[in-house]
């Protein structure tokens, strides 16, 4: 007797949940500080997409956990992981600094192309993401998302040291 790959998926579903959660309300709880940090990394307006970023992981989370429209917040956050990769290695990040960006997206990926599992309350088609013309437009809008961003100065010499 085997463990089914719906159970499967509900475990990499609460722990993607967990995840998002986790960072997502310490950006919720204090959104002044959190837009100070994005407009540092070069993002702005801050408050923005500090406020976005805070919303997917946070709200993106819940949904994820619950099975609510899982595999689009899954999409979502995957977007944010690459942005994430792109900006850690325009900056010059060593790979244990991007490299969780690169699990937390694969998790994404397995989200959106097999469901949420187990005790799913609605689905998202999110294989409709998956298609070679919708990769390719968001690679490159998350690689230009991290060019065009330009560093505080404190970042780029934390970089450096």
Same mark, same amino acid.
């Given at each position: 007797?085997?463990?089914?790959?719906?159970?499967?998926?509900?475990?990499?579903?609460?722990?993607?949940?967990?995840?998002? +959660?986790?960072?997502?309300?310490?950006? @919720?709880?204090?959104?002044?500080?959190?837009?100070? /940090?994005?407009?540092?990394?070069?993002?702005?307006?801050? =408050?923005?997409?500090?406020?976005?970023?805070?919303?997917?992981?946070?709200?993106?989370?819940?949904?994820?956990?619950?099975?609510?429209?899982?595999?689009?917040?899954?999409?979502?956050?995957?977007?944010? =992981? =690459?942005?994430?990769?792109?900006?850690?290695?325009?900056?010059?990040?060593?790979?244990? /600094?991007?490299?969780? /960006?690169?699990?937390?997206?694969? @998790?994404? $990926?397995?989200?959106?192309?097999?469901? +949420?599992?187990?005790? +799913?309350?609605?689905?998202?088609?999110?294989?409709?993401?998956?298609?070679? /013309?919708?990769?390719?437009?968001?690679?490159?809008?998350?690689? $230009?998302?991290?060019?065009?961003?330009?560093?505080?100065?404190?970042?780029?010499?934390? +970089?450096?040291?």
């Amino acid at each position: 007797m085997y463990i089914g790959t719906n159970w499967i998926l509900l475990l990499v579903r609460i722990v993607l949940a967990s995840v998002l +959660t986790h960072y997502g309300w310490a950006k @919720i709880r204090d959104p002044s500080s959190n837009a100070r /940090d994005f407009a540092e990394m070069g993002f702005k307006p801050g =408050m923005l997409w500090g406020t976005l970023i805070a919303g997917v992981e946070f709200f993106g989370g819940l949904a994820i956990l619950v099975g609510l429209w899982g595999e689009l917040a899954a999409a979502l956050f995957g977007f944010q =992981m =690459m942005v994430g990769t792109f900006w850690k290695l325009k900056i010059g990040k060593p790979f244990s /600094d991007y490299s969780y /960006d690169l699990q937390l997206f694969v @998790i994404c $990926l397995v989200v959106m192309s097999q469901g +949420t599992g187990a005790l +799913t309350l609605k689905a998202f088609p999110g294989y409709i993401f998956l298609r070679w /013309d919708v990769a390719a437009a968001s690679f490159l809008a998350a690689f $230009l998302f991290a060019a065009l961003s330009r560093p505080h100065a404190k970042i780029s010499q934390q +970089t450096a040291n």
